[in-house]
């Protein structure tokens, strides 16, 4: 079995209901599609009853086993107007605001669902941006107890990959923090190996990534990512985590021994931390055109419940993948 097709399993063993907010895009349908007949979760999507209807049957796609929620109609789109007023009338929130909100914005339609109990998650993104995939899963969900910052990361399967756990490894922060600090970098190394333990089920193999290898180059940069792990080490030390590794010192075991001898993670890494975004990003694309990985995300971490973004050139059978995921996230709640 590919490594997708264990997530869809495990999701099939507890089904999760996740919403699906971007109705009118063709791929959400499709992917839908496919989710319901292969019984991967329950879904909910959000818009006109008749227009999603329509849509999805003239693409030839089969929702019938959806819910469909049209904001303008539900009998609980009142109890969310309530709820968000609540939530956010210290930053001025009126009942009118809010009603305009959730009726026009489906994104936030779908986050109060899964504020509300309504659903268990959300995937989103295939027509957003992150920004706004995301905006409302933090004004209302907020972070995770215990979780100093959301962050995002990519799940990287490289076919015939002799290096990290049978070429599955966890890129962060390659999705949503543009620079961050040494505290911020070890909290997204902490969150990462969590996740790779959840998805992998192995146990993680942290390495903060740089262009230097234990001091061979010497920047300000350099020293950000010596910092974040020094604060990452102090505050998980049961955690296989070390660096600052240059990527092949990391990952290839005869470069590690060269470079980093001694080192418990250097050559054996299957998490890897790049100090930011910029760095993240290439890395991630860079391993899916050129290596021919699957990548599923940016997969959310920190956040109080599960809701993920898509890349929007992601593919129906993307959002298939990224909704097994997310239910797998949502699994490790209950």
Do not use: W
Request: hydrophobic share 40%.
């Amino acid at each position: 079995m590919g490594f997708i097709d264990v997530i869809k399993e495990r999701a099939k063993s507890s089904i999760k209901t996740i919403v699906l907010p971007e109705t009118e895009d063709m791929r959400t349908l499709e992917a839908a599609d496919k989710i319901l007949k292969e019984g991967i979760a329950k879904l909910v999507l959000v818009g006109n009853e008749e227009a999603v209807k329509k849509s999805a049957a003239e693409g030839g796609f089969d929702i019938s086993g959806a819910q469909i929620v049209d904001p303008a109609t539900s009998e609980k789109t009142q109890g969310y107007i309530d709820k968000l007023v609540e939530l956010r009338q210290k930053k001025g929130m009126t009942p009118e605001q809010a009603k305009e909100i959730l009726l026009n914005q489906y994104l936030y339609y779908g986050v109060m669902m899964v504020k509300m109990g309504d659903a268990d998650g959300m995937v989103s993104g295939a027509c957003h941006s992150t920004a706004d995939t995301l905006r409302p899963c933090l004004q209302i969900l907020k972070t995770k107890p215990g979780t100093k910052l959301v962050s995002a990361f990519f799940l990287i399967i490289v076919p015939d990959c002799e290096y990290g756990a049978n070429g599955a490894f966890v890129f962060g922060d390659s999705g949503l923090n543009q620079n961050p600090n040494p505290e911020e970098l070890a909290a997204i190394a902490a969150s990462s190996a969590e996740s790779f333990k959840l998805l992998v089920q192995e146990e993680p193999v942290v390495a903060m990534l740089s262009h230097s290898t234990k001091g061979s180059a010497k920047h300000a940069d350099v020293d950000k990512v010596v910092e974040a792990t020094k604060i990452a080490k102090e505050q998980n030390p049961d955690l296989a985590l070390d660096g600052e590794f240059q990527l092949d010192a990391a990952i290839v075991p005869s470069v590690g021994a060269s470079k980093a001898p001694g080192s418990p993670v250097a050559g054996k890494a299957n998490v890897l931390i790049f100090p930011d975004l910029d760095a993240g990003n290439i890395g991630y694309k860079l391993a899916q055109r050129l290596a021919k990985a699957e990548a599923y995300g940016p997969i959310t971490q920190g956040i109080a419940k599960p809701v993920n973004d898509l890349s929007r050139g992601c593919s129906a059978d993307d959002i298939v993948g990224v909704v097994a995921i997310t239910s797998v996230q949502c699994q490790a709640q209950d």
